[in-house]
């Protein structure tokens, strides 16, 4: 099973930041957090992981709690093209699996 | 660059029927994975492959099988096809340097829709 909880749905204004909240309450001390997100059909695309520091890339900033049981996706200037399905995913790390929950549907309108 | 090729796009079989689902990686990376989506969810993962010759069960392996006897290629078969088993199918792949603590990102096929009817 997931790791992770996540909001089903989520709206955000075109040029506003959009802040995509995780719970994942049993994270043990060696596992990261992954985000991906999917839009519309195609193969989930890679945004940003993280273990315990903030993480910040072209596409998004990763804020991590310092007890490790949330985080947050943060796209800054949301865009119509962020509207996707976003995965936030907490590493297996006994077996480097990656299990996918059933993410946030982000709608970014006009 | 190819990345992730799957093959086919689409697909219609019969209940009952068998096919393989083909998968192939041109970035020389070490894992590869095969996760299935069905309507309006999340994706489950199928089966994972750490290494040629070597694969492992992920959350729902059944009525599935897999092989790994080359780096590139990580095919899916299913054999008494179920209606069940209508789903979208990704195959991922990465690179995982021997020692490290995590997985680097998995880069994703663009799907095979199976329709078993």
């Known amino acids: 099973d997931a790791k992770t909880t996540q909001p089903p749905s989520m709206d955000c204004a075109e040029g506003r930041a959009a802040n995509l909240p995780c719970n994942h309450s049993?994270?043990?001390?060696?596992?990261?957090v992954y985000w991906y997100r999917q839009i519309h059909s195609q193969g989930p695309q890679y945004i940003i992981h993280?273990?315990?520091n903030n993480e910040t890339n072209e596409m998004a900033s990763l804020i991590i709690t310092e007890d490790r049981k949330s985080s947050t996706l943060i796209l800054p200037h949301a865009t119509l093209r962020d509207t996707a399905v976003y995965y936030c995913?907490?590493?297996?790390?006994?077996?480097?699996?990656?299990?996918f929950g059933t993410g946030t549907r982000l709608q970014v309108f006009p | 660059n190819a990345g992730v090729t799957q093959t086919p796009k689409f697909r219609i079989l019969k209940i009952g029927q068998s096919m393989t689902l083909q998968c192939a990686q041109d970035?020389?990376?070490?894992?590869m994975y095969w996760y299935r989506q069905d309507p309006g969810m999340g994706l489950k993962l199928i089966y994972y492959?750490?290494?040629?010759?070597?694969?492992d069960k992920g959350e729902v392996p059944n009525g599935y099988n897999v092989s790994r006897s080359t780096t590139e290629d990580f095919p899916l078969r299913l054999e008494l096809a179920a209606p069940s088993q209508t789903s979208v199918y990704f195959c991922?792949?990465?690179?995982?340097?021997?020692?490290?603590?995590?997985?680097?990102?998995?880069?994703f096929g663009s799907g095979t829709q199976l329709s078993v009817l």
């Open positions: 049993t994270i043990s001390g060696n596992e990261y």
């Open positions: 991922a792949s990465s690179y995982i340097h021997p020692g490290a603590a995590t997985n680097e990102k998995l880069f």
């Open positions: 995913i907490v590493q297996d790390t006994n077996t480097d699996k990656l299990i």
């Open positions: 970035m020389n990376h070490n894992y």
């Open positions: 492959s750490v290494g040629a010759g070597i694969t």
């Open positions: 993280g273990l315990k």
